[in-house]
């Protein structure tokens, strides 16, 4: 891992704990996933970092952040990230979300504009449901991840590290070790996020007026994003490049490392850092299981 510079800010009554690499380069800010922590995006910052400045966040209920008495509304965490981002000064980040980190940044597009210059957007929670049949499935959802955590914060980090193995055994070490570790940080309620009503993502992007990224998974891997939700996306916006990840899951980035890597490499270097052009160095993913 390069060198991190730790610092937070105070949002709204809770510290928001953010991680970054520094210098003097195109900035990136990336936002994990319910159950995560800014530091589940390791290796990624090992091979971003020599030409960008890469920020990583940890949610409010998650990592060293703080637990809000306010609730997990996405506009919060939107309020949150857009904090870090002028704190830190950056110009117009490309910002990277995960399932929850992905809504995030959406809803952070829609509403500071101003604030970002591009949006990937990794397995989206997006889906074809009406609001009652939404309700319904959130609620099951975020009873099962909280059973799921719960039964793992009773365990040593060891054992986590073990349950994950057998879940995700095609993961590297060093992924699962902060997978677990951000299992036994994360507070339970942060969870109800899927609670808490949202606007609908075919609002918010068709008003997004960043470049977008959109990438999807295999949904019988337990992807999130159907191929009828992916066509509906790309009819609601022309900034928007749909790339599906073979054989993944939501996890796409630990899944299939490489090809999200060469997904992510090939919009930074089409959209966003024209410096990237010609350096071969970063045209393929290096490591190794």
Excluded at 111 to 126: A, N, Q, R, T, Y
């Amino acid at each position: 891992m390069p060198q991190l510079f730790y610092d937070s800010i105070q949002n709204d009554g809770v510290r928001i704990q953010y991680y970054r690499t520094g210098g003097e380069k195109y900035p990136l800010v990336f936002l994990h996933d319910v159950g995560e922590n800014g530091l589940c995006w390791g290796r990624l910052v090992l091979l971003l970092e020599p030409e960008f400045d890469v920020i990583m966040v940890d949610a409010r209920g998650h990592g060293l952040s703080g637990t809000p008495e306010n609730g997990y509304k996405i506009d919060r965490h939107v309020e949150d990230v857009s904090g870090v981002i002028q704190k830190t000064g950056v110009h117009k980040p490309v910002v990277i979300g995960h399932v929850m980190g992905a809504l995030t940044a959406a809803a952070l597009g829609k509403k500071f504009p101003e604030l970002v210059s591009g949006l990937v957007l990794i397995d989206p929670p997006w889906y074809a449901l009406s609001p009652e049949a939404a309700k319904e499935y959130n609620q099951r959802l975020s009873n099962k991840l909280r059973q799921q955590v719960s039964v793992l914060q009773e365990k040593p980090l060891e054992e986590i590290i073990q349950a994950g193995k057998e879940l995700h055994p095609s993961w590297m070490n060093e992924d699962l070790f902060q997978w677990a570790k951000a299992k036994q940080q994360m507070r339970l309620e942060a969870a109800d996020y899927m609670l808490e009503s949202q606007e609908p993502w075919e609002k918010i992007l068709s008003q997004l007026s960043a470049s977008i990224l959109l990438l999807t998974a295999d949904v019988s891997s337990g992807g999130n994003v159907t191929h009828s939700v992916a066509e509906t996306a790309r009819k609601l916006s022309n900034k928007i490049q749909i790339v599906n990840i073979p054989e993944s899951g939501h996890n796409i980035h630990r899944d299939q490392p490489s090809l999200f890597w060469d997904a992510l490499y090939r919009f930074l270097k089409n959209h966003h850092w024209p410096g990237i052009k010609g350096r071969k160095r970063f045209s393929l993913w290096p490591f190794t299981r």
